[in-house]
Structures are given as structure tokens and as C-alpha cells.
């Protein structure tokens, strides 16, 4: 099939309003009679009207006797009354129904009773004292709940105590959702069989039909259709014919040789949008066939995400008669300055935190098929169609995707990639189940930049002076001379070379990665681990342009291990823990010195004393000697103050 082109395409916000206004959504949903007993999180589909009264009976409000209010007119300490129980004076318990005649309830603290059948009373009452009277609480016919109100716990209990046994609610929206792609597998299967180059683990409609359960809808998974369009067509047809009120078809959605759900659609319905100018989420199809809206969601998890959180969600919500769900905002900073292509609306993922007195916003990657993005995001920055990008440190709105208080409870560590930073946050919340850690690796350099910024509370740095042969301490009096701060020791860990299993080139030395036969993948500028090979390079004299793959890099150990375990590359200087975790042979080499940095400005905020606090645990300190490559003898201690 040819390549298509993208039809139709709109703006996010024309394309939602053109869904929107294409169908009957309450209607397309209609309505049924539930118990009230189990209508908890239902819509009313219409206004709730009380059947009794409540209480539909004068009963007393406290326990005591029940008397005519009149009757004991005159009262006092020196002139008190006497009635005779069960003429005058009726004993009663709370919510028990009043004696015929009475009207007034005296607390049974504030009687004296001489003989059993009598009771002497030194304070008038007065009428209706203690007396729940019918109606207090509602009246029959009063109403009770509005058309499309969503009920709780409260309402419940209150239709109940109306009389109101059932009650219409509208249907919950029905949701198929129909994955396509030749190139997934189940993940039950996955779990069986490790999946193979070029296979890819099915989990968009998994993702899809939690997005859909939470927003209030009933998901229905369909088997996975190949790249087929006879058989998406089929099986398309197939769930319109259900009682579903709506189809998300997964993948297929884009332009390219095998997307064939915008030609699917037109066949069997109509298109009303093909492409939205939105990044990610640029190829959603919107349409509609046999009455039904059918959302050709893309492949990509983070454009599905989109595709379903801007355009799906609101239909949802119209089907439930709910107002268009907001996000709070909160006025951030960005950490750098961000380019973005003009003329598409992008959703950036990003992490927040405050540090001081503004909210820092430090974006994460940014691909369409970075799913991790949205699992580690605080929160979205929507930079406009008609912007070329947010400037760094030039305010800007962040969408929370949380609530606010985590903001203010999150610490930002910024700074050179370690494994630990991981199991620290972990061992961190173990102790304080309010704090979250935002850690960016952005280097040992950038994450000193960062903390001279103010962007970050802590510096995560293994920065060797060739001149000295010390760590970090002369980068710190060089970029962060008017920040008063303290080295604090996280550990010290081996480095070295990761290769394959079996080291089948026998590479061990930097003198081998000087080998034609031999590829590198090397570490970002300005990370320490790259500062500490451009050390040893220039130690042994060997010209780095002469290496194969020196001008490759990653932002992580990992990043580098996994280069060497695909094939990428046959070596890379990491730390011992990366290549132990995939399973790679380690040439250990030297060992170096990691650093927290934290300014004095910090040491003292709560934040900072969990975070010192775990870093003297003996369970944090077994847990990180367990991943193999650290000597964790010096954790916590303060290597250097300034």
C-alpha cells in the first residue's frame, strides 16, 4: 500500500470540539435502574426526589423522659415539679418514637427521681428540646440530588434514608479497545517466551483500559488484530455491532505503508479528523461508523496517551454528563532552555520540585515512545503551536499531574548517573513515606552548574582534577564560589570496562580501545566518568579522534551496558553495578570517589534530613553493597566543607 497522507489535520482543540459535536453522547450511552445500595460512583440520570420524610416520626434526640413542654412551665430549684411516670413523664431512648402529646425531651442527667414512679423536675423545658421533629432532615418530595451528579458514600446513605431504593443512572460508557501490529505479542506469552528482536510487547490497550476504567468507563480488551485490513476491517465491524458505545483502534493510525485504519474508517464510516497538530499524538484519527465514535488511537504509548487524555477523556466525560476535567497548575521554571517545532501544540514531561522559592521543571526525554517519561512525570508543559520553545528560567505553567503538595515534598538531585540514586529514593521513602526524589542525570558538570543555578538541592558528582588527583573539590571552589556547600560521600565504587560475556576481544586496557576491531560507546561531556577517560587517554597518550565510537555517548551506566549487551558497542567505561545487572564481564580499573553536594542553604531542610539519615542505615548501606562494586565504609561522612 502507499504511503498516505495525514487528512483532515487540526488543532487539538478544533478536533476535540468537531468530536464533541458529533454526537448525542448522553444519548449514546442511554440509561439504567440500579439499587441505590450499589450505586456508589454512578450518575444520576435524572433529579432524585426524597419518598419520606426524615425522620418521618418525632423521635427523641437524647435519652431522657419525654414530657409536654407546658407541664413543666414554673419549674425551679425551689419550687420543683413532680410528674408521675407514665402519665406526666414517658422514658424514652435516643431515636425512639415521642408518646403521643408530648413535645419536649429532658436529658436523664438533669432528673432526680425519689420514688420509681416519679420524677422531680427544677428546669422548665422547652417545646421541642431534644426532639428530632419530622422533616429536620428532609422533607418527602424535597430534591434530594440534581441529573448528572456523581454519587458518594454521603448520597448513598441519604437516598436510603429517603426511601429511595432505586434509582436511573446513566450506563457506564462501554469501551472496546482493538490493538493491531503484526510485530506485537501478548505479554502473557512474553512471560513465557522472552520475545525476540524486532518482536514488541503488546501493552497499549493495558494502558488504554486503565486510562478508561479511571475515567469512569467499562473496558473491553479485543484480541490483537495483524497488519491485515481485511481482518482489522472484520474484526472493526465485528465490535460495532456490539453494544459497545465506543472503539479505540490501536496503531495503524500514522501515515505510513501499513497504517491502514484512516482507509478502514472511511470505508466502513466517516473521518473527521486524520492528524492533529499536537507532539506527541500527531497521527489520531477521529471518526464515526454505524453511530458510534471510533478513535484511531497511534501506536506510540506516550502519542496514545495523548491521543486519549485531550480527545477520548472529554467524550467519556460527556457520556457521563461531567464537566471537562482541569488540571491544577503551578508556575515553574525550566532548568534549560527548550526548543520545540513551530506549529504543533508539544506535551513535554517533566519533573518538579521547589527548590527555595520557585518550582524548577527539569524535562525528561522527550520520544513519542518513551513510556517511562509518563510513569517518573510531575507534570506536562504544553508549549504552544505558536512558540518555538520555553526559555531556561523564564516562567512558564506546568499541568500537575499530582497533587500539589508533592511538589513542595520532593527533593531534585541533579548531577552524574549512579545506580544507588535509585535504591536511595526507595530506602528514603522507607523512612519518610511522604517524600518523593526527582533525580536527572545530567552529569557531574551539569549538576554543579545546576546547584549554582539554584535548580537542585543536591549535586550528585565524581569529578577527578587531573592536576591534583582529587575529586570534585576544585570543580566546586571553580563553579560554585558564591554557594557555600559540603561534600557528603555516597561511596566509593569500582570503574572500569564493561564488555561482553566472555570478553571475546580481550579487551583490557585503554590502550585496546585505541583497536580498529573495536567500537566504544562513551559517556556524555562533562559527566565524570567521561572527564575521568579523557584522564587515562591523555595519561597514556592515546588521541581520542582515533577511537571508534568516542563521539557516541549516554547519559547512564546502564545506557552504556545496554550498547554493549545489544551489540552497539564492544566496551564502555562504567561502573561495575551496570555490567553486574545485565549480566556483562567487568575489567575493573580504578576506584573513585561519588559526592553528594548540598549546599549549606539545604542542609537543614527536612528534605536533606531524611536523606542523611539514610545514608547512615545499615539497611541502605547492605542493600548497595549487595549490587556489587561499592565500598560503602565512608557513607554519609562529610569529605570536604566549603
Not at 58 to 74: C, F, K, L, N, P
Not at 188 to 212: H, K, Q
Request: with cysteine.
Amino acid at each position: 500500500m502507499k504511503r498516505n497522507k495525514y487528512l483532515n489535520m487540526k488543532s487539538l482543540d478544533a478536533a476535540r470540539e468537531e468530536l464533541l459535536d458529533s454526537f448525542d453522547w448522553i444519548g449514546l450511552v442511554g440509561t439504567q435502574t440500579v439499587d441505590s445500595a450499589e450505586a456508589l460512583g454512578r450518575i444520576t440520570a435524572e433529579p432524585v426526589f426524597a419518598v419520606l420524610s426524615s425522620p418521618y416520626y418525632q423521635a427523641a434526640a437524647m435519652d431522657g423522659i419525654a414530657v409536654t413542654a407546658e407541664s413543666t412551665y414554673g419549674a425551679s430549684d425551689e419550687s420543683p415539679i413532680t410528674l408521675e411516670v407514665g402519665s406526666g413523664a414517658w422514658f424514652v431512648n435516643t431515636g425512639q418514637v415521642l408518646p403521643e402529646s408530648t413535645d419536649a425531651v429532658i436529658m436523664i442527667e438533669h432528673l432526680h427521681q425519689p420514688t420509681p414512679d416519679r420524677v422531680e423536675l427544677r428546669a422548665p423545658a422547652f417545646p421541642w428540646q431534644h426532639v428530632r421533629r419530622v422533616g429536620e432532615d428532609m422533607v418527602a418530595g424535597e430534591m434530594l440530588l440534581p441529573h448528572h451528579h456523581r454519587l458518594r458514600a454521603t448520597d448513598v446513605a441519604v437516598l436510603l434514608a429517603a426511601g429511595v431504593f432505586s434509582l436511573e443512572v446513566l450506563q457506564r460508557p462501554r469501551v472496546t479497545i482493538l490493538p493491531t501490529g503484526s510485530e506485537l505479542v501478548d505479554w502473557r506469552d512474553a512471560r513465557r517466551t522472552p520475545p525476540a528482536p524486532g518482536v514488541i510487547i503488546e501493552f497499549n490497550s493495558v494502558l488504554l483500559s486503565g486510562l478508561v476504567t479511571e475515567a469512569g468507563g467499562v473496558p473491553t480488551i479485543w484480541p490483537r488484530q495483524p497488519d491485515d485490513p481485511e481482518k482489522i476491517r472484520a474484526a472493526l465491524s465485528e465490535a460495532l455491532a456490539t453494544d459497545t458505545h465506543l472503539v479505540l483502534l490501536n496503531a495503524g493510525a500514522s501515515a505510513g505503508s501499513k497504517d491502514y485504519t484512516v482507509h478502514i474508517l472511511g470505508e466502513v464510516g466517516r473521518v473527521l479528523t486524520h492528524g492533529v497538530t499536537a507532539m506527541p499524538g500527531k497521527p489520531s484519527i477521529l471518526g464515526e461508523a454505524s453511530g458510534k465514535p471510533v478513535v484511531g488511537t497511534p501506536g506510540y504509548p506516550v502519542s496514545a496517551w495523548v491521543c486519549f487524555d485531550q480527545l477520548v477523556r472529554p467524550a467519556l466525560e460527556r457520556m457521563q454528563g461531567q464537566p471537562p476535567r482541569t488540571r491544577d497548575t503551578v508556575e515553574v521554571v525550566p532548568t534549560r532552555s527548550l526548543a520545540s517545532k513551530l506549529g504543533q501544540e508539544e506535551f513535554l514531561r517533566v519533573h518538579l520540585g521547589q527548590v527555595g522559592n520557585r518550582v524548577v521543571a527539569t524535562p525528561l526525554k522527550r520520544g513519542a515512545g518513551t513510556v517511562t517519561s509518563l510513569t517518573r512525570a510531575d507534570g506536562i508543559l504544553r508549549i504552544p503551536a505558536a512558540s518555538e520553545g520555553a526559555e531556561q528560567d523564564r516562567p512558564i505553567h506546568a499541568e500537575l499531574l499530582g497533587g500539589r503538595e508533592g511538589v513542595h515534598e520532593t527533593l531534585v538531585i541533579t548531577g552524574s548517573h549512579d545506580i544507588t540514586l535509585d535504591l536511595l529514593a526507595d530506602h528514603m521513602k522507607r523512612k519518610a513515606d511522604w517524600i518523593r526524589v526527582s533525580a536527572s542525570n545530567v552529569g557531574s558538570l551539569g549538576g554543579l552548574l545546576a546547584l549554582a543555578a539554584g535548580q537542585c538541592h543536591v549535586g550528585g558528582t565524581h569529578l577527578l582534577d587531573p592536576a591534583t588527583g582529587e575529586y570534585n573539590v576544585s570543580y566546586l571552589r571553580q563553579h560554585l564560589a558564591q554557594t557555600p556547600a559540603r561534600l557528603v560521600t555516597l561511596a566509593m565504587r569500582h570503574q572500569g570496562l564493561i564488555v561482553k560475556k566472555g570478553n571475546p576481544k580481550s579487551i583490557r586496557t585503554f590502550t585496546d580501545l585505541a583497536r580498529k576491531d573495536v567500537r566504544m560507546i562513551n559517556r556524555q561531556g562533562g559527566s565524570g566518568t567521561r572527564v575521568l577517560l579523557d584522564y587515562y587517554l591523555d595519561k597514556e597518550s592515546i588521541d581520542p579522534t582515533q577511537l571508534t565510537g568516542y563521539d557516541h555517548d549516554e547519559y547512564t551506566h546502564t545506557g552504556v551496558a545496554v550498547q554493549v549487551l545489544a551489540g552497539g558497542a564492544d566496551v564502555g567505561l562504567g561502573i561495575l553495578a551496570a555490567a553486574r545487572s545485565l549480566n556483562l564481564d567487568f575489567v575493573p580499573l580504578m576506584i573513585e570517589r561519588y559526592d553528594l553536594c548540598i549546599p549549606h542553604d539545604h542542609w537543614d531542610d527536612p528534605r536533606i534530613r531524611v536523606l542523611r539519615d539514610t545514608l547512615g542505615s545499615p539497611d541502605f548501606k547492605k542493600a548497595v553493597e549487595a549490587l556489587g562494586g561499592y565500598d560503602v565504609a565512608p557513607m554519609g561522612t562529610i569529605a570536604w566543607e566549603g
